[in-house]
Each structure stands twice: as structure tokens, then as C-alpha cells.
């Protein structure tokens, strides 16, 4: 496997990469069960409560507007997210039972 420099790595060692590479980027939660009637306010308001946030966005159906159930929080640091999907994961939003994990990048 090569790492993100094009090096070999062992599978050991990318392992490790990997882990370093993620957590330098666990700023921004994905946030999913999302009711189709939960808008970025809402899930800003849900969020906010637990620090700074830098961004929030519902994701839609390009063609219909209508939301596709998941979205993302970045926060403006990652104590805050980690705090966060700490206290929000399984949490209720609009009826709906929410899941809260890190977000890929990618």
C-alpha cells in the first residue's frame, strides 16, 4: 500500500497513517436519520448547543430539493465535535433517532 506521499507502507504502517491522516480532520460530523423535514437551521439549532460551528449542510436531491436524510456539522474544533457525537449520537431531531459518526474525507 502507498501512503498519501507515494511511499510503500507496511500494512502495519499505513494502518497508522491512516489513523494519524483521519485524526486530523474529525472536525466534521456526518449526521444521518435525518427527518426529511430537518433543514440546516434545525440542525444547526440541534448542534449548536455544543460549541462553535463552522458549517452545517442538509443534503438534497439535486432535482427535487427534497432532502436525502443525512447531513454534516463541521465544528470549529475537534474537542467540540468529539463532544458532540458524544452527546447527540442516538439523540431524538424531529421525531427521528439520528446517527452521528466522523466524516470521511473523501
Not at 507496511?10 to 423535514?37: M, T
Request: glycine content about 12%; hydrophobic content about 40%; some cysteine.
Amino acid at each position: 500500500m502507498r501512503g498519501w506521499r507515494g511511499k510503500e507502507l507496511s500494512s502495519l504502517g499505513s494502518i497508522a497513517a491512516r489513523s494519524i491522516f483521519v485524526r486530523s480532520i474529525c472536525n466534521k460530523l456526518f449526521v444521518g436519520g435525518l427527518s426529511y423535514d430537518t433543514n440546516e437551521a434545525a440542525l444547526k439549532d440541534a448542534f449548536s448547543q455544543h460549541g462553535d460551528i463552522i458549517e452545517v449542510r442538509v443534503i438534497c436531491h439535486p432535482t427535487t430539493g427534497k432532502s436525502k436524510g443525512f447531513g454534516f456539522v463541521e465544528f470549529s474544533s475537534e474537542s467540540v465535535a468529539t463532544a458532540a457525537l458524544q452527546k447527540m449520537d442516538g439523540q431524538l431531531l424531529d421525531g427521528r433517532k439520528i446517527r452521528v459518526h466522523y466524516a470521511d474525507k473523501g
